[in-house]
């Protein structure tokens, strides 16, 4: 062999050694792809100026400490409520701080997820959707609760949370901030050359369970958005059984989005409008939807 083929095999291997690499990388951390826990709080002390507030510690169905907020409303009496699922860095103390915007007169539970915030465990997809429904359950209980009026708010990749626990809920409505079509989808846009379909275990596939979430859902988008493309939102929109509006907030990326007033503004609107619509009976809401 002469020396220029050598030097090609040589570099094949080279590559091929490389290539293997980033895979067993890739398998062997795609947690902290996935997932970013954020420990420390975003907001110290955190109080809804709109809300009675109290940090909550709930139990996951294998005994994992869960720790988060409950809001509710100064006014007596069983009220709207939402139950919120935050980012892939998200630690939501934030929410507290911002509920009497984004959820005025409606109850709220904003809990960290696994390994965030005073959250005990490691995040992974099942157990966020397992608790994302025992989460649900509890609020529903509540006495101060209207069980027949709980949305549920995603962001990001709380979205691809929101949309299995409202399927697997009786959800009033969705809302879903810079959702995405499937993490799968965009690590095999990020990782091109790798097989990512055979190594990623924590796929939040949304497009697959939107044709069956029929509940009145909303959609906000960034105005930029690097992080999710404007063209994984579409796919999912798509597949949305009961879309009621896909709306654009101008001057956000994906990271501002849901600070702006803008944005808060709209979610506020959004749920004061369905939850002021008369409840329609179970056997109608498919035909409608």
Request: aromatic share 6%; proline share 7%.
């Amino acid at each position: 062999m002469n020396t220029s083929k050598k030097m090609a095999a040589g570099m094949a291997g080279f590559a091929s050694v490389l290539w293997l690499g980033l895979t067993a990388a890739i398998a062997a951390n795609q947690r902290r792809l996935v997932f970013n826990p954020t420990i420390v709080p975003e907001v110290a002390s955190p109080r809804s100026a709109g809300h009675r507030t109290r940090p909550i510690v709930l139990r996951a169905k294998d005994g994992t400490r869960l720790c988060g907020w409950l809001m509710t409303p100064r006014t007596p009496g069983p009220r709207p409520a939402v139950l919120y699922f935050g980012g892939r860095s998200e630690e939501v103390s934030w929410v507290v701080r911002d509920a009497g915007n984004l959820f005025p007169n409606m109850t709220v539970l904003a809990m960290n997820y696994r390994g965030y915030g005073n959250s005990h465990g490691d995040p992974a997809e099942t157990l966020m959707i397992d608790d994302g429904c025992t989460h649900y359950d509890w609020l529903a209980s509540l006495g101060q609760v209207d069980a027949r009026r709980i949305a549920i708010v995603g962001r990001s990749l709380g979205s691809g949370v929101a949309v299995q626990v409202a399927k697997e809920r009786t959800a009033h409505s969705v809302v879903l901030i810079t959702p995405y079509d499937s993490i799968l989808a965009i690590a095999k846009r990020k990782f091109r050359a790798m097989p990512i379909e055979y190594m990623l275990r924590h796929r939040f596939e949304s497009i697959k369970h939107a044709p069956s979430l029929m509940v009145p859902t909303y959609v906000l988008r960034a105005e930029r958005d690097d992080i999710v493309p404007h063209s994984h939102t579409d796919q999912l929109c798509e597949k949305l059984a009961n879309l009621i509006l896909d709306e654009i907030v101008p001057g956000s990326d994906h990271l501002t989005i849901p600070y702006l007033e803008a944005t808060q503004t709209r979610i506020a609107a959004f749920l004061a409008m369905r939850f002021s619509a008369p409840l329609l009976p179970p056997q109608l809401i498919e035909t409608v939807a």
